[in-house]
């Protein structure tokens, strides 16, 4: 079996607690955690001109500034063939254990996958929902949960979200 692991989450809706089990991954194996929105906001900052850095703190504020740069630029990415999730790959430490959340197609999925264990990577999907919530509004495929090696719920809070993501450390490691 491979040393390094990568854990790929993913979700079918907004709000699923993907990235707080993204947090709790990296922080329980003490490794990188990235987003595919990191490959998307290097590429936006390139064309504006704008630091990285600068777009997330005024994202935090105002979360729709540069909105429409960086959905046309993941894609463009995708269009491209090098879709986010497979850039990260391109954007990773040089070793060890990482955590990607935020890939939104099934086929970015599964040649993000396949690649991942072309560099050696025992890889892991975990899928994150949340009953109650619509579906996603942006361009995230409900396909992607075809792909996924363990399912989180989240409907009873942190605790168990985290609880949840603890158990699938347990069997992956």
């Excluded at 089990?21 to 329980?28: D, E, L």
């Excluded at 504006?48 to 777009?55: D, K, L, M, N, W």
């Excluded at 491209?80 to 086929?107: E, F, K, N, Q, T």
């Amino acid at each position: 079996m491979p040393e390094k692991k990568l854990y790929l989450v993913v979700s079918n809706c907004p709000q699923s607690g993907k990235t707080t089990v993204s947090q709790f991954i990296a922080s329980q194996r003490k490794c990188a955690r990235m987003s595919s929105s990191d490959a998307i906001l290097n590429r936006v900052s390139k064309i504006t001109g704008i630091p990285v850095e600068e777009i997330k703190r005024q994202r935090m504020t105002d979360h729709n500034f540069c909105r429409s740069e960086l959905i046309a630029e993941g894609n463009k990415m995708a269009d491209d063939g090098y879709p986010p999730g497979v850039a990260c790959l391109d954007m990773l430490p040089s070793d060890g254990d990482v955590v990607i959340d935020g890939i939104r197609r099934a086929w970015e999925l599964q040649e993000t996958i396949k690649r991942a264990k072309k560099m050696g990577f025992d890889v892991f999907v975990i899928g994150v929902t949340r009953p109650g919530i619509k579906s996603t509004l942006d361009n995230t495929e409900s396909e992607l949960f075809n792909f996924i090696d363990y399912r989180i719920i989240n409907d009873k809070g942190l605790k168990e979200l985290e609880s949840s993501a603890l158990k699938i450390l347990e069997k992956t490691f």
